[in-house]
């Protein structure tokens, strides 16, 4: 998860402040207009000036909207209430005759039939192009890094891509619903905290806790008395896993009996857990006691002396 410092935080909410501001200015604000009468005639006038423009109808573009701007403002009008009523004079004559406003690709030299031009020096940082981008053709910048900037500036100038402080507003935004939505109450001291997949307590020791209070119930399926916990929000019904199979499919599953064998140290009758390896003894210690034994009897039993061998007589002996 994206932590934010205070200073990101300050940056985002200025940035915010900034952009409430100026659109509620831009709410208040109410520019004057022209007549209606008045914005006619002064409509008619730019498209008869504007349809005289060669190459293109936006050569005297600029010249219509001072001249109108001049005009109104030596009336009395503030410069942004004229300079606004100009634009839409302007504006209203270009679509009145039917101009239509290249694109910034179009516009270029590049862009122009039988036309090229070449580039000696980037356009972005100002470095000489290397004769090896030169002969690739329409070369504008000396490295692709010039090229991807470039690019990313005209996205953010345009509005195609956001804001540092509009990305991180939305970071900070998506982090605080994630941890409103993973917020959850602990049952052992029911105090809010930030709760994982699953998760019921609040930390070890309020588990721990609960683990300690869980209180005495018998099972419904063979009744012995046993500590129910908590599983997903519910208490433990069954106190194994073969009660709790027979009450599920409604047939006991009992374990195979297992052999009974008599211990060899102290008597007693044990079963076996593992019948591929039979056992002597109940335990090590019946082991151990049956092995010392024997050892003490072994070095208790008197030593015969070895019977003694001719072997020079015919049979060996």
């Given at each position: 998860?994206?932590?934010?410092?205070?200073?990101?935080?300050?940056?985002?909410?200025?940035?915010?402040?900034?952009?409430?501001?100026?659109?509620?200015?831009?709410?208040?604000?109410?520019?004057?207009?022209?007549?209606?009468?008045?914005?006619?005639?002064?409509?008619?006038?730019?498209?008869?000036?504007?349809?005289?423009?060669?190459?293109?109808?936006?050569?005297?573009?600029?010249?219509?909207?001072?001249?109108?701007?001049?005009?109104?403002?030596?009336?009395?009008?503030?410069?942004?209430?004229?300079?606004?009523?100009?634009?839409?004079v302007?504006?209203?004559?270009?679509?009145?005759?039917?101009?239509?406003?290249?694109?910034?690709?179009?516009?270029?030299?590049?862009?122009?039939?039988?036309?090229?031009?070449?580039?000696?020096?980037?356009?972005?940082?100002?470095?000489?192009i290397?004769?090896?981008?030169?002969?690739?053709?329409?070369?504008?910048?000396?490295?692709?890094?010039?090229?991807?900037?470039?690019?990313?500036?005209?996205?953010?100038?345009?509005?195609?891509r956001?804001?540092?402080?509009?990305?991180?507003?939305?970071i900070?935004?998506?982090?605080?619903?994630?941890?409103?939505?993973?917020?959850?109450?602990?049952?052992?001291?029911?105090?809010?905290?930030?709760?994982?997949?699953?998760?019921?307590?609040?930390?070890?020791?309020?588990?721990?806790?609960?683990?300690?209070?869980?209180?005495?119930?018998?099972?419904?399926?063979?009744?012995?008395?046993?500590?129910?916990?908590?599983?997903?929000?519910?208490?433990?019904?069954?106190?194994?896993?073969p009660?709790?199979d027979?009450?599920?499919?409604?047939?006991?599953?009992?374990?195979k009996?297992?052999?009974?064998?008599?211990?060899?140290?102290?008597?007693?009758?044990?079963?076996?857990?593992?019948?591929?390896?039979?056992?002597?003894?109940?335990?090590?210690?019946?082991?151990?006691?049956?092995?010392?034994?024997?050892?003490?009897?072994?070095?208790?039993?008197?030593?015969?002396?070895?019977?003694?061998?001719?072997?020079?007589?015919?049979?060996?002996?």
């Amino acid at each position: 998860m994206l932590q934010l410092t205070h200073t990101a935080m300050r940056i985002i909410r200025a940035d915010q402040t900034r952009r409430e501001a100026k659109a509620a200015a831009k709410a208040k604000a109410k520019f004057r207009q022209l007549n209606h009468q008045v914005m006619l005639r002064l409509v008619e006038s730019a498209a008869s000036i504007l349809r005289t423009g060669e190459p293109t109808y936006f050569e005297f573009e600029g010249a219509c909207r001072s001249g109108i701007r001049r005009s109104l403002i030596m009336q009395g009008w503030k410069w942004t209430d004229a300079d606004n009523a100009a634009a839409d004079v302007v504006s209203a004559a270009l679509k009145q005759i039917g101009a239509v406003r290249p694109t910034w690709d179009q516009g270029q030299p590049e862009c122009a039939a039988n036309f090229s031009v070449e580039h000696y020096y980037c356009s972005r940082c100002g470095a000489s192009i290397p004769d090896e981008r030169k002969a690739s053709g329409r070369a504008k910048f000396c490295s692709d890094l010039c090229t991807t900037a470039a690019s990313l500036t005209k996205a953010r100038l345009s509005g195609e891509r956001r804001s540092l402080a509009d990305y991180l507003a939305q970071i900070s935004r998506t982090s605080a619903e994630e941890v409103r939505q993973r917020t959850g109450t602990c049952e052992q001291c029911n105090r809010p905290f930030i709760a994982h997949s699953g998760q019921l307590f609040c930390s070890v020791r309020c588990r721990g806790l609960a683990e300690r209070s869980k209180p005495e119930v018998n099972c419904e399926q063979c009744g012995t008395v046993f500590r129910s916990r908590l599983n997903h929000g519910q208490r433990q019904k069954y106190c194994s896993k073969p009660c709790s199979d027979a009450a599920a499919t409604g047939v006991e599953r009992w374990r195979k009996p297992r052999p009974q064998v008599t211990c060899e140290g102290c008597g007693s009758v044990f079963s076996l857990k593992v019948v591929s390896r039979p056992r002597r003894f109940c335990s090590q210690s019946c082991a151990n006691r049956k092995n010392n034994s024997d050892r003490a009897r072994m070095r208790c039993e008197p030593v015969t002396e070895p019977q003694e061998w001719d072997f020079t007589a015919k049979g060996g002996r």
